[in-house]
C-alpha cells in the first residue's frame, strides 16, 4: 500500500520534473521546486511508515522547513540579484 | 506571562521531538526551553496580544469547517479543469478594495481566498486585492463579498 | 484485513490521485500565474490526505502528532510560496495569459 502511493508520488515528481526543465519563466522553476519539494516531504514520512522507522518523520519535518525558506531565498536572490541583504 | 507560555511550547515541542522520558535529557529539555524563553519571549508572543489572541483562535476554528469544505470544492473544480479535454479557462486578473484592518484578517483572507476555487490571491494589502481567477464564475464568486464577510467575523472587534 | 487499512488506503488512493491531478496540471496550463492554481490547492489537500491516512494508520501517539505539526506546517507554507512566487512574478511583470490572445 505504501509502495503504491509511494510511486505515484514519485511520478508525480517526475511530471513536475518536466515543468522545472523546460520552464519557460524562472518563476515556474522556482513552483516546480518548491511542488517536488513538498511531494519529498510525504514520501520521507511514507519512507518511515514503509520501513517502519519514525526517526524518517523528523527528516519530513526540517526538510519542510527548510523547503520553505530555500523558496523564499531563490525567490529573494531573482528579485534583488544578491542574498545578503 | 508570555515568558511561561513560551517555555511551556517550548517544552512541549522538545517532548515531542525527542520521545525519551529520562532525567537527563528532561532536565536538559527545561533548561533549553527556559534559556530560550528569557532570550526570545518577547518576539514569540506580544504580551498585550494574549487575551484577544485567545479569542481569535477560537473564532478560527469556527471558521475552520467552512474552510475545509471550500478546498474540497476547489480541488473538485481543479480536477475538472485538469482532466477535461478543452480545459475550459478563462484566467483574467481582478482588483478589488477590502475593509479589513488588521495584518491577520489580510494574512487570512489573502490564504483563503488562494484555497478556495478558481482564484489565488497575487498580492494583498490594506489597499488593494489582485487576484488570479481562473474562470468568469470564480471571479463573479469573489466578487460577491461572501469570505470578506466570513473573514470578518474571525477578525473581530476587539483589535 | 480490518477496517483501520481500509480507510488509511482510500485517503492514500484519493490524495495520490490528487497530487498527480496536480502536477498533470502544471504541466498541462497555459501561463505561469494558471500553474499556480494546481500548486496552490491540490497539493495542499493532497498532502493532507496522504498523512491524515497515515495518522489514522498509526493511532495516537508522539508519531501522529509529529505528522500533525506537518499537516499544519504545510496548510500555512503552501498557499504562502505559492502566493509569494505569483507576487514575485507579477511584480516583475510577467503578463497572465487571456484566452482571446490564442483564439
Known amino acids: ?85 | 506571562m508570555s515568558f511561561l507560555l513560551t517555555a511551556i511550547v517550548m517544552f512541549s515541542f522538545w517532548i515531542l521531538l525527542s520521545g525519551h522520558f529520562d532525567p537527563l535529557l528532561i532536565t536538559l529539555g527545561i533548561i533549553s526551553s527556559l534559556l530560550v524563553a528569557h532570550w526570545s519571549h518577547d518576539l514569540f508572543l506580544n504580551e498585550k496580544e494574549i487575551g484577544p489572541g485567545f479569542r481569535k483562535a477560537v473564532r478560527c476554528i469556527k471558521y475552520l469547517p467552512w474552510l475545509v469544505w471550500q478546498i474540497t470544492l476547489a480541488n473538485l473544480h481543479l480536477i475538472y479543469l485538469t482532466l477535461h479535454p478543452k480545459m475550459p479557462i478563462e484566467p483574467r486578473v481582478i482588483r478589488f478594495t477590502t475593509e479589513l484592518k488588521t495584518g491577520f484578517g489580510i494574512v487570512a483572507l489573502a490564504n483563503s481566498i488562494t484555497l478556495t476555487p478558481g482564484t489565488v490571491t497575487i498580492k494583498g494589502s490594506r489597499e488593494e486585492f489582485i487576484v488570479h481567477a481562473i474562470t468568469q464564475a470564480a471571479a463573479r464568486s469573489l466578487l460577491s463579498g461572501e469570505m470578506q464577510g466570513r473573514v470578518k467575523e474571525v477578525e473581530g472587534r476587539d483589535v | ?103
Open chain 1, 1 to 85: 500500500m505504501f509502495d503504491a502511493a509511494g510511486i505515484a508520488i514519485v511520478l508525480a515528481a517526475i511530471l513536475v520534473l518536466y515543468r522545472a526543465i523546460v520552464g519557460p519563466t524562472i518563476y515556474d522553476r522556482i513552483l516546480a521546486a518548491n511542488v517536488i519539494g513538498t511531494k519529498t516531504v510525504v514520501l520521507l514520512a511514507l519512507i518511515g511508515f514503509m520501513y517502519a522507522r519514525p526517526h524518517f518523520l523528523d527528516i519530513a519535518l526540517v526538510y519542510a522547513l527548510i523547503n520553505f525558506i530555500a523558496a523564499l531565498a531563490f525567490l529573494k536572490y531573482v528579485e534583488a540579484g544578491r542574498l545578503d541583504l
Open chain 3, 1 to 103: 484485513m480490518d477496517i483501520r487499512t481500509v480507510v488509511t488506503a482510500i485517503l492514500l488512493a484519493v490524495g495520490c490521485f490528487l497530487m498527480v491531478v496536480a502536477c498533470i496540471g502544471m504541466v498541462r496550463f497555459p501561463d505561469f500565474y494558471a500553474r499556480c492554481h494546481p500548486s496552490g490547492k491540490g497539493d495542499t489537500l493532497g498532502q493532507m490526505l496522504v498523512l491524515v491516512g497515515l495518522i489514522i494508520y498509526e493511532g495516537f501517539s508522539l508519531v501522529s502528532v509529529k505528522l500533525l505539526i506537518i499537516i499544519a506546517f504545510i496548510w500555512i507554507a503552501n498557499p504562502t510560496a505559492t502566493h509569494w512566487v505569483m507576487k514575485a512574478a507579477y511584480t516583475a511583470g510577467l503578463k497572465p495569459w487571456q484566452k482571446s490572445q490564442s483564439s
